[in-house]
């Protein structure tokens, strides 16, 4: 099976007396990389963020042999539901067993503007600084620990994916 999506490393950290734990690499099937494909806009400066719930059935586990490694691969998303999308943010609400989150980072730079009447706006361009974010951002993070996530993942364009593990800091 060909892996045509980009993968993360997590760096080994030392846990008490358990050892090491393994070296984590992250992989989107191609069929969910096709689906997460054909979402993808990049002409849209006003597209919203899109969140994809992943339950225990949505992702394989792979451990090495030796145990220093796994490979995890994203099989398929369900759309979450989104109780705040912004072309910046979103909130997703998932499945109590769900565990981990896909997320996009869209393909614009947005700046907020405070308005005298209390309200916002957004003046949006497709690229520029914030465009593909392709990190997992404090707030990605504090979400997935706080969620006890197994596992976070970013789109950042149409074939780059980075993974997170809550816990793992590097």
Same mark, same amino acid.
């Given at each position: 099976?060909?892996?045509?999506?980009?993968?993360?490393?997590?760096?080994?950290?030392?846990?008490?007396?358990?050892?090491?734990?393994?070296?984590?690499?992250?992989?989107?099937?191609? *069929?969910?990389?096709?689906?997460?494909? *054909?979402?993808?806009?990049?002409?849209?400066?006003?597209?919203?963020?899109?969140?994809? %719930?992943?339950?225990?059935?949505?992702?394989?586990?792979?451990?090495?042999?030796?145990?220093?490694?796994?490979?995890?691969?994203?099989?398929?998303?369900?759309?979450?539901?989104?109780?705040?999308?912004?072309?910046?943010?979103?909130?997703?609400?998932? *499945?109590?067993?769900?565990?981990?989150?896909?997320?996009?980072?869209?393909?614009?730079? %947005?700046?907020?503007?405070?308005?005298?009447?209390?309200?916002?706006?957004?003046? %949006?361009?497709?690229?520029?600084?914030?465009?593909?974010?392709?990190?997992?951002?404090?707030?990605?993070?504090?979400? *997935?620990?706080?969620?006890?996530?197994?596992?976070?993942?970013?789109? %950042?364009?149409?074939?780059?994916?980075?993974?997170?593990?809550?816990?793992?800091?590097?």
């Amino acid at each position: 099976m060909l892996r045509a999506a980009w993968g993360v490393l997590a760096v080994t950290v030392l846990v008490g007396t358990q050892g090491p734990t393994p070296f984590h690499y992250g992989y989107i099937d191609d *069929a969910t990389r096709a689906v997460l494909a *054909a979402a993808w806009d990049t002409t849209d400066a006003y597209q919203n963020e899109r969140a994809y %719930c992943l339950e225990p059935t949505d992702i394989r586990v792979d451990t090495s042999r030796d145990g220093r490694s796994e490979t995890w691969t994203v099989t398929h998303v369900t759309p979450g539901v989104t109780t705040h999308a912004t072309p910046m943010s979103v909130k997703v609400t998932c *499945a109590r067993t769900a565990i981990g989150r896909l997320h996009t980072h869209t393909p614009t730079t %947005c700046a907020v503007i405070p308005a005298p009447n209390g309200f916002t706006t957004w003046q %949006c361009a497709v690229g520029g600084v914030g465009a593909h974010l392709c990190t997992v951002d404090e707030v990605d993070r504090e979400r *997935a620990d706080h969620d006890s996530l197994q596992v976070s993942v970013v789109q %950042c364009a149409r074939d780059a994916f980075v993974f997170y593990w809550p816990g793992h800091r590097g």
